[in-house]
């Protein structure tokens, strides 16, 4: 739900190798999602079988650690947005999309998915959240599949929309872009705002568990 690998994606569907490009940054964006979900899954699993602790007490302290890491972006995307009431220039890393190569595009997706503050946290609250519930291996590893499909959506539905019809993708993503550049703030603030409520939340409830 993050803007950044949508206003990511949109430019390198623009660029000079549009296919490659697109085919290289989703697995990349994928791989680095599970590689996160996966280390916080196996973190909680290997608390429970050791005995070493409470896994739904370190769960709890995670999700309220994670939820008010949310709150605290959320309030500075906000206020990035009070202070530009326009669209901004693109970061320098976003603005080299048009003469990007595929292995590049391959590296800003492992970055996107793992660099940026926002998504390794929603990232790790769901590994916290799947590591903590009584399921079995198989059950964790339909759930982080599960997670992985509907993380890579606003990724993979451009990229395969550019593949079938390119010609007819041009003005919506350029439409999408323009409105990205705009309201990214707010948008990504209001989504930061209700995971990191429901983080605290449930961190709580993992207490009276």
Known sequence: MSPFPITM????????????????????WVAGIAVIVAALTLLLDTVEASGSGDPNALAGILCLALGAGLLLLAGRKFAKRIKQSTAGSLPRWMASAETMAP???LVTGLALSAANPENPMITAAAGVTIGAASLS???????????????SVTVAI???????A???MAVPLASLMGWLRTNHSVMTGLLLLVFGFILIG????SFQA
Do not use: D, H
């Open 202 to 205: 449930n961190g709580i409830g």
């Open 158 to 164: 451009p990229v395969a929309g550019y593949l079938v």
């Open 166 to 168: 390119p010609v007819n």
């Open 9 to 28: 994606i949109v430019l390198l569907l623009g660029s000079s190798r549009p296919k490659a490009n697109g085919l290289a940054f989703l697995p990349g």
């Open 137 to 151: 291996v198989s059950e964790e590893l339909w759930a982080m599949a599960a997670f992985l499909v509907v993380c």
């Open 103 to 105: 292995s590049r595009s």
